[in-house]
């Protein structure tokens, strides 16, 4: 959200994290935590001084969700185990279904890598996240589906 804001509003100045704060309601010593790591990762810059405050180090275009998530240590993990070697999902063991949650994961680290923060400003993800869930669930409907409609 943080980002997505600065993208947006920055036209050409650097934009006070106080003013991030304030319209998207995250706490200010939040933000400055989420900054320092984004500029680490050099996802931003920031700007000392009056009339300071952040700047994307790119365009939204290049800057891809994944890279923002990555840089704040936000992880995309669908299972809770570990990852730890004899440290498992339940105790020891890992759990029936590791696998499928493990692959989800997979799959949402993909998507956040291919989806960029200009795409996200411009509201044009979600018609190409329908579009292709309507191809895969039209696919999986139809071993579902016996011909003419019925269910099997």
Same mark, same amino acid.
């Given at each position: 959200?943080?980002? =997505?804001?600065?993208?947006?509003? *920055?036209?050409?100045?650097?934009v006070?994290? =106080?003013?991030? +704060?304030?319209?998207? /309601?995250?706490?200010l /010593?939040? &933000?400055?935590?989420l900054?320092?790591?984004?500029?680490?990762?050099?996802? @931003? #810059?920031?700007?000392r %001084?009056? %009339?300071?405050?952040? @700047?994307?180090? #790119? +365009?939204?275009?290049?800057?891809a969700?994944?890279?923002?998530m990555a840089?704040v240590? $936000?992880?995309?993990?669908?299972?809770r185990?570990?990852?730890? @070697?004899?440290?498992?999902?339940?105790? +020891?063991?890992?759990?029936?279904?590791?696998?499928l949650?493990?692959? &989800?994961?997979?799959?949402?680290i993909? !998507? &956040?890598?291919?989806?960029?923060?200009?795409? @996200?400003?411009?509201?044009? &993800?979600?018609? *190409?996240?329908?579009?292709g869930?309507? =191809? $895969?669930?039209?696919? !999986?409907? %139809?071993?579902?589906?016996?011909?003419?409609?019925?269910? +099997?």
């Open positions: 959200m943080a980002m =997505a804001d600065l993208a947006h509003h *920055q036209s050409g100045a650097p006070p994290l =106080a003013e991030i +704060s304030d319209r998207q /309601n995250i706490s /010593n939040y &933000l400055e935590q900054f320092l790591k984004l500029g680490r990762a050099g996802l @931003v #810059r920031g700007l %001084g009056p %009339g300071g405050g952040y @700047v994307l180090t #790119r +365009s939204p275009a290049k800057i969700i994944e890279a923002i840089a240590d $936000e992880p995309v993990k669908m299972t185990c570990s990852g730890v @070697v004899g440290m498992g999902c339940i105790g +020891s063991d890992r759990c029936l279904t590791h696998d949650w493990d692959a &989800l994961g997979d799959h949402l993909s !998507f &956040l890598r291919a989806v960029s923060l200009q795409e @996200v400003l411009d509201g044009t &993800l979600g018609q *190409q996240v329908r579009l869930e309507l =191809a $895969e669930s039209a696919e !999986f409907s %139809g071993v579902l589906r016996q011909p003419g409609g019925h269910e +099997s």
